[in-house]
């Protein structure tokens, strides 16, 4: 499944219908009646989630499956203690959080910095990044933009892309210099639409969803690479991550099915 799913976010709801239906999904009797399944965490995999929430829950008559989000670290420890069966990640796990959970990956996807359509940069180096998020480039004309203030949007403590660009920039936690802080992906793309002077990082397959969508977002590329679909699946894009579902016990039942 995990194949022909490996970048989840660029298919559409009808495609990955046909692609779920495709496989068994109905529970035996005894174990569909009156169950319950939670999910919590990554708002990139939920839209996953509630696809196959949907389809287990009309081929299960009695399944009642619960999507959430929250953020990756939530899921991550909602497993942990117990509060949900599944946790949704879109990264790995730290080494603290192995001992007691499993990983299972489910697709991948990459990480783009992420502007509005009218911005005319379309490259951004690893180190202009960088200096950007650390304030040591304020002004878009010295990237060769329009004379005007970057509106620099950061993502919130315990975002798995937080985690991922600040390894990836080598930022010391807390040493960013941010305008915004953002929490939820939708969040991030409401306040690029609305600000033509912003700049924040996101998932591609959302931001390629929604520049669809909308027409207002521009990935830029990252030291020369396409931020895309095809980069992400060929591994030629520096800001890949891995999708995964997080749980706590062996697989059983309606959550082995899931």
């Given at each position: 499944?995990?194949k022909?799913?490996?970048?989840?976010p660029?298919?559409?709801?009808?495609l990955l219908?046909t692609?779920?239906?495709?496989?068994?999904?109905?529970?035996?009797?005894?174990?569909?009646?009156?169950?319950?399944?939670?999910?919590?965490?990554?708002?990139?995999l939920?839209?996953?989630?509630s696809e196959?929430?949907?389809?287990?829950?009309?081929?299960?008559?009695?399944?009642?499956?619960?999507v959430?989000?929250?953020g990756?670290?939530?899921?991550?420890?909602?497993?942990?203690?117990g509060?949900?069966?599944?946790?949704?990640?879109?990264?790995?796990?730290?080494?603290?959080?192995?001992s007691n959970?499993?990983?299972?990956?489910v697709?991948?996807?990459?990480?783009?910095?992420?502007?509005?359509k009218?911005?005319?940069?379309?490259n951004l180096?690893?180190?202009q990044?960088?200096k950007?998020?650390?304030?040591?480039?304020?002004?878009?004309r010295?990237?060769?933009?329009?004379d005007?203030?970057?509106?620099?949007?950061?993502?919130?403590?315990?975002?798995?892309?937080k985690?991922?660009?600040d390894?990836?920039?080598?930022i010391e936690a807390?040493?960013t210099?941010?305008s915004?802080?953002?929490g939820e992906?939708?969040?991030?793309?409401?306040?690029?639409?609305?600000?033509?002077?912003?700049?924040?990082?996101?998932?591609?397959?959302t931001?390629e969803?929604e520049?669809?969508r909308?027409?207002?977002?521009?990935?830029?590329?990252?030291?020369?690479?396409?931020?895309?679909s095809?980069t992400?699946?060929?591994k030629?894009?520096?800001?890949?991550?891995?999708?995964?579902?997080v749980s706590?016990?062996?697989?059983?039942?309606?959550?082995?099915?899931?």
């Amino acid at each position: 499944m995990s194949k022909l799913i490996e970048f989840l976010p660029t298919l559409t709801t009808n495609l990955l219908t046909t692609i779920l239906t495709s496989f068994f999904l109905v529970l035996p009797t005894s174990q569909a009646e009156d169950l319950k399944l939670s999910l919590s965490g990554s708002s990139t995999l939920a839209p996953l989630a509630s696809e196959i929430a949907k389809l287990l829950e009309k081929k299960n008559p009695g399944l009642r499956v619960d999507v959430q989000t929250g953020g990756s670290s939530r899921g991550i420890a909602d497993v942990q203690r117990g509060l949900v069966d599944l946790g949704m990640s879109s990264r790995s796990l730290y080494k603290k959080e192995r001992s007691n959970t499993k990983s299972h990956v489910v697709a991948y996807d990459g990480v783009a910095f992420v502007v509005h359509k009218d911005n005319p940069l379309r490259n951004l180096s690893k180190d202009q990044a960088r200096k950007i998020y650390l304030g040591e480039i304020s002004n878009w004309r010295d990237l060769g933009g329009a004379d005007a203030t970057i509106t620099v949007i950061d993502r919130a403590k315990g975002r798995s892309e937080k985690d991922l660009v600040d390894k990836f920039l080598e930022i010391e936690a807390g040493t960013t210099k941010a305008s915004v802080i953002a929490g939820e992906n939708q969040q991030c793309v409401k306040l690029i639409e609305g600000n033509k002077n912003a700049i924040v990082y996101l998932s591609i397959g959302t931001a390629e969803y929604e520049k669809k969508r909308s027409g207002k977002l521009k990935l830029l590329s990252l030291d020369t690479v396409d931020a895309s679909s095809a980069t992400v699946k060929n591994k030629s894009y520096p800001l890949r991550r891995p999708l995964l579902l997080v749980s706590k016990k062996e697989l059983r039942g309606a959550t082995k099915k899931f």
